[in-house]
C-alpha cells in the first residue's frame, strides 16, 4: 500500500480578522477569559458575500497549483464540511462546477466535525490505491455564518477557512504511510446541533427563538474524549506504520484549543516543539483546521523534506482519525 502521497496542498482564509476585544461588543467575554481557556487570540471571519464554495475553491486552486496538477487530471473531489453551501445538493457539486472539473464523482463527507479531513484523507487514499485516481481532498468550513453569537462559550472559539490536498501516486511526493480512524456513536450528544434535521424539522418557532444557531457542547466531555482519543489513535496509526514516536519529527493536532493540544501531547510524552499550533491566530476551524496548520508549518519552516509527520484530529460523532506521512 506504498506510493500514494499528497501532491501538493494549499489554503485560503478570509481577510478580516477578529479579536477577542472584538468579541466584547457580542458577548459579555474579554481577551484574558477567551486567552486563559482556549488559547485562541484571534479567528478570521468570512465577507458578508462569501460563501462556503468560495473559501473552498481558493483552497482548493492552491493545493493544484502548489501540486502542478490541472483540474483535468482530477479523477474524484471530496469535500469535508459541516457548513455547506446548501442542505442540497452537497457543496462538492457546486465546487466541481466552479473549478470545471470533468463529471468525475464529487461528494460531501459532512456530521464527521473537525476530524472530516483526516478521514477524508484516508479516504482518498484508498480511492487513489484501488483506482489509480487522482483525488482533490477540501476541508472547509464557514462557522461563523451558522452559530449563535450570543453564546460565549461557543461563539468564540470558532473561525472561517479551508484547506486543501491533492492525493495521488507520484514518485517523490510526501507518501501516506498509514491511516485509523473510529466512531463511538454513543457519544453523540456530547458535541451537536440538532436542529434540521427529521429529528428536529426547522420550524417558525426556532427560526424566531434563534434555537436552530445552538450547539450542543459539554466542554468538560468533548475535552476528555478528544485527549483519549486522538492519543490512542496516534498509537494506533504509528503501529500500524511500524514506527516509534520518538521517530516523529512533527506532530500536527486538530487545533480545537490549546488546553487539548498541550493535554495530548502530555499523554503521548511529547516535547512541546514538537507539536505544531496556530490556534492562537486561527481558532478552531473544524474540518479546515489540519491542513490549515500543515500549511502553516511549511511557511514557517517546521516542516522539511524528509519529517515523519503525525497528523491526528476528533470531532463530533464522536469521530476521530490520525494518518502519518513521509514529507
Same mark, same amino acid.
Given at each position: 500500500?506504498?506510493?500514494?502521497?499528497? %501532491?501538493?496542498?494549499?489554503?485560503?482564509?478570509?481577510?478580516?480578522?477578529?479579536?477577542?476585544?472584538?468579541?466584547?461588543?457580542?458577548?459579555? @467575554?474579554?481577551?484574558?477569559?477567551?486567552?486563559?481557556?482556549?488559547?485562541?487570540?484571534?479567528?478570521?471571519?468570512?465577507?458578508?458575500?462569501?460563501?462556503?464554495?468560495?473559501?473552498?475553491?481558493?483552497?482548493?486552486?492552491?493545493?493544484?497549483?502548489? #501540486?502542478?496538477?490541472?483540474?483535468?487530471?482530477?479523477?474524484?473531489?471530496?469535500?469535508?464540511?459541516?457548513?455547506?453551501?446548501?442542505?442540497?445538493?452537497?457543496?462538492? #457539486?457546486?465546487?466541481?462546477?466552479?473549478?470545471?472539473?470533468?463529471?468525475?464523482?464529487?461528494?460531501?463527507?459532512?456530521?464527521? &466535525?473537525?476530524?472530516?479531513?483526516?478521514?477524508?484523507?484516508?479516504?482518498?487514499?484508498?480511492?487513489?490505491?484501488?483506482?489509480?485516481?487522482?483525488?482533490?481532498?477540501?476541508?472547509?468550513?464557514? %462557522?461563523?455564518?451558522?452559530?449563535?453569537?450570543?453564546?460565549?462559550?461557543?461563539?468564540?472559539?470558532?473561525?472561517?477557512?479551508?484547506?486543501?490536498?491533492?492525493?495521488?501516486?507520484?514518485?517523490?511526493?510526501?507518501?501516506?504511510?498509514?491511516?485509523?480512524?473510529?466512531?463511538?456513536?454513543?457519544?453523540?450528544?456530547?458535541?451537536?446541533?440538532?436542529?434540521? &434535521? @427529521?429529528?428536529?424539522?426547522?420550524?417558525?418557532? %426556532?427560526?424566531?427563538?434563534?434555537?436552530?444557531?445552538?450547539?450542543?457542547?459539554?466542554?468538560?466531555?468533548?475535552?476528555?474524549? #478528544?485527549?483519549?482519543?486522538?492519543?490512542?489513535?496516534?498509537? #494506533?496509526?504509528?503501529?500500524?506504520?511500524?514506527?516509534?514516536?520518538?521517530?516523529?519529527?512533527?506532530?500536527?493536532?486538530?487545533?480545537?484549543?490549546?488546553?487539548?493540544?498541550?493535554?495530548?501531547?502530555?499523554?503521548?510524552?511529547?516535547?512541546?516543539?514538537?507539536?505544531?499550533?496556530?490556534?492562537?491566530?486561527?481558532?478552531? @476551524?473544524?474540518?479546515?483546521?489540519?491542513?490549515?496548520?500543515?500549511?502553516?508549518?511549511?511557511?514557517?519552516?517546521?516542516?522539511?523534506?524528509?519529517? %515523519?509527520?503525525?497528523?491526528?484530529?476528533?470531532?463530533?460523532?464522536?469521530?476521530?482519525?490520525?494518518?502519518?506521512?513521509?514529507?
Amino acid at each position: 500500500m506504498s506510493g500514494i502521497g499528497i %501532491l501538493g496542498f494549499g489554503a485560503y482564509t478570509p481577510s478580516r480578522v477578529m479579536t477577542n476585544e472584538d468579541w466584547s461588543q457580542y458577548v459579555d @467575554t474579554s481577551d484574558e477569559w477567551i486567552t486563559s481557556r482556549t488559547g485562541i487570540k484571534t479567528r478570521r471571519i468570512a465577507a458578508a458575500e462569501e460563501t462556503t464554495v468560495d473559501l473552498a475553491e481558493q483552497a482548493a486552486l492552491a493545493a493544484l497549483a502548489d #501540486a502542478g496538477v490541472a483540474t483535468e487530471e482530477i479523477d474524484e473531489l471530496i469535500v469535508a464540511t459541516d457548513t455547506p453551501e446548501v442542505y442540497m445538493p452537497d457543496t462538492a #457539486a457546486f465546487l466541481q462546477h466552479r473549478l470545471g472539473l470533468r463529471e468525475v464523482p464529487a461528494y460531501d463527507l459532512g456530521g464527521s &466535525g473537525c476530524a472530516g479531513f483526516v478521514l477524508a484523507l484516508d479516504l482518498a487514499r484508498s480511492r487513489a490505491l484501488s483506482e489509480n485516481a487522482t483525488v482533490l481532498v477540501v476541508g472547509v468550513e464557514m %462557522l461563523s455564518r451558522l452559530m449563535d453569537w450570543s453564546d460565549r462559550n461557543t461563539c468564540v472559539l470558532f473561525g472561517d477557512g479551508a484547506g486543501a490536498a491533492v492525493i495521488g501516486a507520484r514518485a517523490g511526493a510526501a507518501e501516506i504511510l498509514a491511516c485509523v480512524a473510529g466512531t463511538d456513536g454513543s457519544q453523540t450528544g456530547i458535541l451537536q446541533r440538532e436542529t434540521g &434535521g @427529521t429529528k428536529k424539522p426547522f420550524s417558525k418557532e %426556532l427560526a424566531e427563538s434563534g434555537e436552530f444557531l445552538k450547539i450542543d457542547f459539554n466542554g468538560r466531555s468533548v475535552f476528555k474524549e #478528544a485527549v483519549r482519543r486522538m492519543t490512542a489513535s496516534a498509537v #494506533a496509526v504509528l503501529e500500524k506504520a511500524g514506527h516509534q514516536l520518538s521517530e516523529v519529527d512533527l506532530v500536527i493536532p486538530h487545533q480545537a484549543n490549546l488546553r487539548i493540544i498541550q493535554a495530548v501531547t502530555k499523554s503521548l510524552g511529547l516535547q512541546p516543539e514538537t507539536v505544531f499550533s496556530n490556534v492562537e491566530k486561527l481558532g478552531n @476551524t473544524g474540518s479546515a483546521s489540519v491542513p490549515l496548520a500543515l500549511v502553516d508549518a511549511r511557511e514557517c519552516g517546521s516542516l522539511h523534506s524528509g519529517d %515523519l509527520v503525525l497528523m491526528t484530529a476528533f470531532g463530533a460523532g464522536f469521530h476521530w482519525a490520525s494518518a502519518l506521512i513521509r514529507f
